[in-house]
């Protein structure tokens, strides 16, 4: 076995200079560096958990399609995740001698600016957009943009700025695409094969070399908090002040970050973001696209991993649901140890999953579902967009040639202290014919399948209701047939 050379600093480029810092707390963010440190307050705080995005830049990253920029929230990104990294603040926007970059003087034309405050978040979002589509639709600048809001202008002037970018400029002529070579060049230099390790004792973190380093890291530290795209790890923090120490960070572990399909069968590594993943996903399983576009904002999906999102084993975390509904299974990891076992295995209680001490989420492996298959997820939240989840609901149906069902799998977050199937609604419909009349009669099942709570999100009365309608819509989406939605005397007030 090869000798792990182990380096005592996190280096990475900000703007146009290389830092190294060999002084870092495992809980340092991003954003606090950035505006105590090193006085760039253009990068401000707004909810300090990743939701108003007023704290976006972009982090750009080495990848097999080399060098790509992506917006994240510096407010929950942590510094000992940019090793190897090229992270720009709005200070470094420049156009012409003497003129304003092109994002900054479309949002000043276009009156996209009122009181200020969120202005260099939005233009960080739109400068990575640009960057990827010069001339983006309606749709693209509104995806680009649900991670950013703002409370003076309603939108349409950034709309307007946005869509009119290109006019003040080439994107291709843009420093980031012009000195794109040169800044690879120095970020591959920077890539050394050694593991880094900053801090004594129970203060410090580890970026493991590989993912082999990482397996035997963890097994001698158990206790150790896994920081992948700190989506939520970054609330812990800053929100609940909990002691992340030590903390070891696989964000961008090569041998995590694979995504491929092998006999019908598609496997994610446990690093891979949903971003990365969106292009398989949505062409292969066209349902998780719209799903994945509701997850967050673009600055969350772009550090947010699935195998994060497992491993949280939150009650109402998106992707288990569906992925339970298709029948995904799950690679965990101990040293050199593998073991696979059933997703929906995995998850005991609430706040406990099937995971030894020293073990990790390695992969996940998502059967596509066959052509003849029908497949749905429908997610339910306050707002449309970058809320989190009340209920979720996935379905998986297969009829036989006589219209009864063949197999069912029904899939819900929300609706108990972990993901959870319907088993009791599914087997009232396995083996009867697939009649508005079958699922109503099933439906009664619910109750003793599921007893949800009542929270800030919903009602338990709600999700018992909503769990039903979503079942009915699922009916009337797969048999052509208008289903009567129940709609209760509160819900209809």
């Given at each position: ?43 401000k ?46 200070e ?31 233009v ?22 649900q ?22 400029g ?37 970026v ?40 070891i ?65 939150s ?21 050199k ?15 406990k ?27 339910i ?7 989190i ?14 219209g ?51 929270d ?38």
């Amino acid at each position: 076995m090869t000798k792990i050379s182990i380096r005592n600093e996190i280096r990475f480029i900000l703007n146009g200079r290389d830092v190294a810092l060999s002084s870092v707390a495992p809980d340092a963010t991003l954003l606090d560096w950035l505006r105590l440190d090193r006085s760039l307050r253009g990068t401000k705080e707004g909810c300090a958990e990743g939701d108003c995005g007023a704290c976006t830049v972009l982090v750009g990253k080495l990848s097999e399609g080399g060098l790509v920029y992506e917006s994240v929230n510096a407010c929950i990104r942590f510094l000992g995740s940019l090793d190897g990294t090229h992270v720009v603040t709005v200070e470094h926007l420049r156009g012409s001698p003497g003129q304003l970059h092109p994002v900054q003087q479309a949002m000043v034309d276009f009156h996209g600016s009122q009181c200020g405050f969120c202005t260099p978040g939005f233009v960080m979002s739109l400068y990575g957009l640009w960057m990827k589509s010069p001339d983006p639709s309606n749709a693209d600048v509104e995806k680009a943009l649900q991670g950013n809001l703002c409370r003076c202008t309603g939108y349409e002037a950034i709309m307007r700025a946005a869509q009119a970018i290109s006019s003040y400029g080439k994107a291709a002529k843009d420093p980031l695409a012009t000195e794109r070579k040169a800044i690879t060049a120095r970020l591959e230099a920077m890539r050394d094969g050694a593991r880094v390790e900053i801090g004594t004792g129970k203060a410090r973190l580890v970026v493991p070399a590989d993912v082999d380093d990482f397996a035997a890291v963890l097994d001698k530290e158990p206790g150790a908090t896994i920081v992948a795209g700190s989506t939520d790890v970054g609330l812990w923090v800053t929100k609940h002040m909990r002691d992340i120490s030590p903390a070891i960070f696989i964000g961008d572990l090569d041998g995590l970050c694979t995504i491929s399909e092998d006999k019908g069968v598609i496997s994610i590594g446990a690093g891979v973001t949903y971003t990365d993943a969106f292009a398989t996903l949505a062409k292969r399983i066209p349902a998780l696209g719209p799903l994945f576009d509701r997850i967050g904002g673009e600055q969350v999906r772009n550090m947010g991993t699935i195998g994060g999102n497992i491993a949280n084993g939150s009650p109402i975390g998106d992707t288990p649901p569906p992925l339970i509904a298709l029948g995904a299974s799950l690679t965990l990891r101990k040293g050199k140890k593998q073991r696979t076992i059933p997703l929906e295995t995995f998850f005991i209680a609430y706040g406990k999953q099937d995971r030894q001490p020293g073990e990790f989420v390695e992969a996940v492996h998502v059967p596509v579902p066959a052509k003849e298959t029908k497949f749905a997820v429908y997610k339910i939240t306050k707002r449309r967009d970058e809320d989190i989840t009340a209920a979720l609901g996935a379905f998986f149906l297969e009829l036989a040639k006589d219209g009864t069902v063949a197999d069912i799998c029904i899939a819900y977050g929300g609706m108990a202290a972990t993901p959870k199937r319907a088993l009791g609604v599914e087997h009232a419909l396995l083996g009867k014919s697939w009649t508005e009349a079958t699922v109503e009669a099933a439906m009664a099942e619910y109750a003793n399948d599921f007893t949800p709570l009542t929270d800030m999100r919903a009602s338990a009365e709600y999700r018992a209701l909503a769990a039903k309608n979503l079942l009915l819509r699922f009916f009337a989406e797969t048999s052509g047939t208008k289903a009567p939605f129940q709609v209760s005397r509160h819900e209809a007030a």
